[in-house]
């Protein structure tokens, strides 16, 4: 059973950081999509940050370019996204989730999502 597991988020004040952390377990995602994506009330889910195997892309939104680095880890078990220099409109609940090959960061190629974790940027 494939199962995906956020943690990292927190409160925490302009200017500073968290690291997101996903824990993958009953698949290998070597040829697969991993990703972040984050929602606010009342918007879409948007992809914040993918890696794609298929065609060597890394993809950021626009706006976090910069600031948000994705990496996985050498043993491909888990999937971080560092943010730095936070602000309030970072505000949301993150996501885990991983789709098939060239599925980019889309939300809806997704196939499994891990539950979120709120991260909440005080001004």
């Known amino acids: 059973e494939v199962q995906l597991q956020a943690s990292g988020g927190g409160l925490v004040q302009a200017g500073g950081s968290l690291r997101l952390s996903c824990r993958a377990s009953?698949?290998?995602?070597?040829?697969?999509?991993i990703g972040w994506f984050r929602q606010v009330p009342g918007k879409e889910r948007e992809g914040v940050s993918c890696?794609?195997?298929?065609?060597?892309?890394?993809y950021y939104l626009a706006s976090v370019k910069g600031r948000f680095t994705i990496s996985r880890d050498n043993a491909e078990t888990s999937w971080y996204l560092q943010m730095n220099n936070l602000n309030p409109e970072h505000t949301a609940v993150y996501y885990c989730?991983?789709?098939?090959?060239?599925?980019?960061?889309?939300?809806?190629?997704?196939?499994?999502w891990g539950e979120g974790t709120q991260v909440t940027v005080s001004s």
């Open positions: 989730a991983t789709g098939p090959p060239l599925a980019s960061c889309g939300v809806n190629q997704m196939n499994f």
């Open positions: 009953g698949f290998r995602f070597d040829d697969y999509v």
């Open positions: 890696i794609d195997p298929a065609d060597h892309n890394t």
